[in-house]
């Protein structure tokens, strides 16, 4: 069954393509993986195109670079503080333990970075998500529950 984003349109081969790209245990995850994937895509893409960030045509290395331009415009996360680190290592703190035989606890200071990092990628992510789903708010998706599988 294709799916529709706005006026595009996903067929069953192109999703099938796609799922080489997405492991998963059963066939249907990775199809839904591969799904999730081009519908998100397309909407970029749209929205890339309608801010003038990229053209219809653009394939490859430019699309993507329309994205990644879209996403660094549109999703903007601040850094973690250092509060907010040493309080999710108080929370985690089990989390940071030395690989040798001692097994101690990891002192914060030595962990922060790795703790900042950690963070600040998190952010991007549900930054993206949330985007992604108010774009898909003001879209017509047929043939897949987008909002269901982030």
Do not use: W
Request: net charge negative; with cysteine; glycine share 4%.
């Amino acid at each position: 069954m294709p799916i529709f984003i706005n006026e595009a349109e996903i067929d069953d081969d192109t999703v099938f393509s796609e799922m080489q790209y997405h492991s998963a245990e059963t066939m249907e995850q990775a199809r839904d993986a591969a799904a999730q994937a081009l519908v998100v895509r397309e909407l970029l893409r749209q929205e890339a195109v309608k801010r003038g960030l990229g053209k219809p045509e653009d394939a490859d290395e430019a699309l993507d670079a329309a994205l990644m331009a879209l996403i660094e415009k549109e999703v903007s996360v601040p850094p973690a503080t250092a509060d907010y680190c040493k309080n999710y290592y108080d929370q985690n703190k089990a989390r940071f333990r030395a690989s040798d035989a001692s097994n101690a606890f990891l002192p914060f200071e030595l962990v922060e970075d790795k703790i900042r990092d950690y963070l600040h990628t998190r952010s991007i992510r549900e930054g993206i998500r949330s985007y992604v789903l108010n774009l898909a708010e003001g879209a017509r998706i047929s043939g897949f529950d987008l909002a269901g599988s982030l």
